[in-house]
């Protein structure tokens, strides 16, 4: 069919709208699968990943600061963990796994779980130091927009390899959200829009006496 100029110049301008239109909009977001300890596209997400994953097979004692985003006050934690043994000390809250037993104390009162809801101001889990910011990471990695940004660090005097992510609707859009674990495993800061918690000190030396109660 033989078009007139009239429709070929309606045809032009439509196009050429279009085309201005999509480059005014900028990169869309994409969603990326999130990432699997062993590989994936989004190879800086799963380095630091799978150093997350490592945790919970170490022999350690860490310290931590974390600082809920809302009040800006420092609670210290400590995670002790050997063998089939754990002890993590945060604030006045301590929960202890000990083979089948697990605890969670405070204030001189006991209850026989794991009760995370003690600490459910502070924005994290008593499994914050490795499993639980695994997980977050893996969230955090399938809703991203274009690739992480991969980087190393010393923290608390230790190699630690960091990864920040880029997740529309949680933060400004000029940030990221940052994770680092150290080389030899467990996590070593993270900062997000509601809590940033930094690794103060890391020893493969366990004090037994701090495993008992």
């Known amino acids: 069919m033989r078009r007139t100029p009239l429709a070929l110049a309606v045809l032009a301008f439509v196009a050429s709208a279009l085309v201005v239109t999509g480059c005014a909009t900028g990169e869309r977001p994409t969603l ?17 990943l799978e150093r997350l994953e490592r945790a919970t097979s170490l022999e350690f004692t860490a310290t931590y600061d974390v600082i809920p985003s809302l009040t800006g006050d420092t609670t210290q934690a400590t995670v002790v963990q050997s063998g089939g043994r754990r002890r993590v000390t945060i604030g006045d809250v301590v929960y202890t796994v000990d083979a089948a037993v697990q ?17 459910s101001d502070l924005n994290i889990t008593h499994r914050f130091w490795g499993e639980a910011f695994a997980s977050r990471l893996r969230l955090d990695s399938s809703r991203r927009t274009g690739f992480s940004e991969g980087s190393t660090a010393t923290i608390a005097g230790h190699p630690a390899l960091c990864v920040a992510v880029k997740v529309p609707g949680v933060i400004a859009a000029s940030a990221s959200i940052e994770y680092c674990a150290l080389d030899v495993g467990v996590l ?26």
Do not use: K, M, N, W
């Open 32 to 48: 990326a699968p999130a990432p699997q300890a062993g590989g994936d596209e989004d190879s800086a997400a799963t380095t630091v």
């Open 188 to 213: 070593a800061r993270y900062f997000g829009a509601d809590v940033t918690i930094e690794l103060t000190s890391f020893s493969f030396q366990v004090d037994p006496a701090q495993l008992a109660g």
């Open 103 to 119: 605890r969670t104390c405070s204030g001189g009162e006991c209850v026989d779980f794991l009760d995370d809801a003690r600490i």
